[in-house]
């Protein structure tokens, strides 16, 4: 089903690994970049930027002038498998598709 696995080196794996990241980063946290940019460019109003861990998980709250610009939160669990689980899952993947190749079935043909 996941041939296409068979033939990546680990060097493409850790670039997936690396892809995904980086789609996250731009998908999960774009709102929240982009209150903390416009809160801590130079503006007559101060901003702030406030990052804690507690009860809720972590929860990020971005204020300017007063106003709440974002306020978000996540749980360790469900970040830990946002980060994790996916790389995770390709790597068990790849792993048995590379274990088939080396059975000794594989090894009689050739």
């Given at each position: 089903m996941f041939k296409f696995l068979r033939s990546w080196s680990a060097g493409k794996l850790f670039a997936s690994?690396?892809?995904?990241?980086?789609l996250l980063i731009g998908i999960c946290l774009r709102p929240?970049?982009?209150?903390?940019?416009?809160?801590?460019r130079?503006?007559?109003e101060h901003g702030s930027v406030n990052l804690s861990f507690g009860d809720a998980?972590?929860?990020?709250?971005v204020v300017k002038g007063g106003a709440k610009l974002y306020?978000?939160?996540i749980h360790l669990l469900p970040l830990a498998l946002l980060v994790a689980g996916p790389p995770l899952a390709?790597?068990?993947?790849?792993?048995?598709?590379r274990s088939k190749r080396s059975t000794p079935d594989a090894m009689v043909g050739g």
């Open positions: 690994w690396i892809a995904y990241w980086i929240a970049v982009v209150a903390i940019w416009r809160a801590t130079d503006t007559p998980g972590f929860v990020l709250d306020s978000g939160s390709i790597w068990l993947l790849w792993v048995a598709s």
